[in-house]
């Protein structure tokens, strides 16, 4: 934070984060009352994350080649012109599941550009000798946000309906925006002269490529996404059907995942330097597994928060960590493209595994169709466990 650039920016995303996580609880929710289907629910996560699957190792390229605060400008003013447009469709009573869905793979395009970029931001900020802090608490920034928006989502939505809810979320793309005016970022290309796009984008697979123990602790957050992420789609399920908490009960069970999320950073922070990455993270893994099939398979309300915490406690500690272990190794020149590589694994894998657990849901229910996907993420943490290349990560 002696950082003035990174102060200012920190406080813009995360009050911009806030309203995100607002309009998260109140859109879902409004899905599910429009279509009552966990089917149609998870087909609006596939829209919004389908543009990942095929653009985002292209949005870090274009992070490296452009400057990253004129991008941030353009993708944060087409979020805000997004939400402010699903509040006016609320307010006027002509909104559809249709026009969500639009809203949504317009959302996706752009996050394609802005997430890739949004987290390589953070080395032309701090110092290098603080950039592993710089992502860990550009990451609090998001995750405290998904501790407190939730809950105000949640009363929000109960006392005043949905469209509010997306009309915070645009007025709050002003806090980043003008943090975004008011600081300077050096251009990303370092004087080297631009290769194609196909060439830049197989320069940052070949890195990766290339560490075995990052390899696999890659591979290991696209099984999280797949099979593992993809409980939260349910949420409004579990709490109108499974667990009968109702709107408010929705925002509470997004705020304790986020309390674990936080939770997570700080010990990830505490354990920096005294656990190695690699082992921190088959740890989170194996514990991560286990606490999203206990929470599938409990009914009682108050088990369930916790375990929700603890699910979002070791998911985060897997996410940052690996983050942190890929931004750490790779070079200032390749570092957007690296970014975007995690980018990926987090995002590409979300569409499909949001059809399919929808789909399973509608078969088995959403409790079975839940502890079936994680079981997934269990068999891998253990295979994790047993290679070397991964303990050995630092």
């Avoid at 985002?56 to 400008?73: K, T, V």
């Avoid at 206990?294 to 009914?299: K, W």
Wanted: with cysteine; net charge positive.
């Amino acid at each position: 934070m002696r950082s003035p650039a990174f102060r200012k920016y920190w406080v813009g995303a995360f009050l911009s984060f806030v309203g995100s996580w607002i309009q998260n609880v109140a859109q879902s929710w409004l899905v599910y009352e429009l279509t009552r289907s966990e089917f149609l629910l998870g087909v609006m996560s596939f829209v919004q994350g389908l543009p990942m699957v095929f653009l985002a190792p292209i949005g870090g390229a274009l992070a490296d080649r452009w400057n990253r605060r004129r991008i941030l400008l353009i993708t944060q003013s087409l979020f805000a012109l997004s939400a402010l447009t699903l509040a006016i469709l609320t307010y006027t009573g002509l909104i559809r599941y249709e026009y969500i869905l639009a809203l949504a793979l317009l959302n996706g395009l752009v996050l394609t550009i802005d997430l890739p970029t949004r987290q390589s931001l953070v080395a032309h900020l701090v110092a290098r000798e603080d950039l592993a802090n710089g992502i860990a608490l550009n990451a609090a920034a998001f995750h405290t946000a998904r501790i407190l928006g939730p809950a105000v989502g949640g009363v929000l939505l109960e006392w005043v309906g949905p469209a509010p809810c997306f009309l915070i979320n645009g007025l709050s793309f002003s806090a980043i925006l003008l943090a975004l005016l008011s600081i300077q970022i050096r251009s990303s290309a370092d004087g080297r002269a631009h290769r194609g796009i196909l060439d830049s984008l197989r320069e940052g697979v070949d890195f990766v490529r290339s560490r075995r123990g990052l390899l696999m602790l890659w591979v290991n957050v696209m099984v999280l996404s797949m099979f593992g992420l993809s409980y939260l789609v349910l949420l409004p399920v579990f709490a109108a059907e499974v667990l009968k908490v109702g709107k408010t009960g929705l925002g509470q069970m997004y705020t304790f995942a986020g309390l674990g999320s936080l939770a997570g950073l700080l010990l990830t922070a505490r354990l920096s330097g005294e656990v190695p990455r690699g082992w921190l993270i088959i740890l989170a893994a194996n514990g991560f597994g286990w606490s999203v099939i206990g929470f599938a398979l409990i009914d009682n309300p108050w088990v369930a928060k916790g375990l929700l915490t603890l699910a979002g406690m070791f998911g985060v500690m897997q996410l940052v960590s690996t983050n942190t272990a890929l931004q750490t190794a790779a070079p200032d020149y390749l570092r957007g493209r690296v970014v975007s590589l995690h980018t990926w694994a987090i995002n590409a894998p979300a569409p499909f595994a949001s059809l399919l657990i929808g789909q399973l849901a509608q078969q088995w229910g959403a409790p079975t169709a839940v502890a079936a996907c994680t079981s997934v993420c269990v068999a891998f943490a253990l295979v994790l466990t047993f290679m070397r290349e991964v303990r050995n990560v630092a």
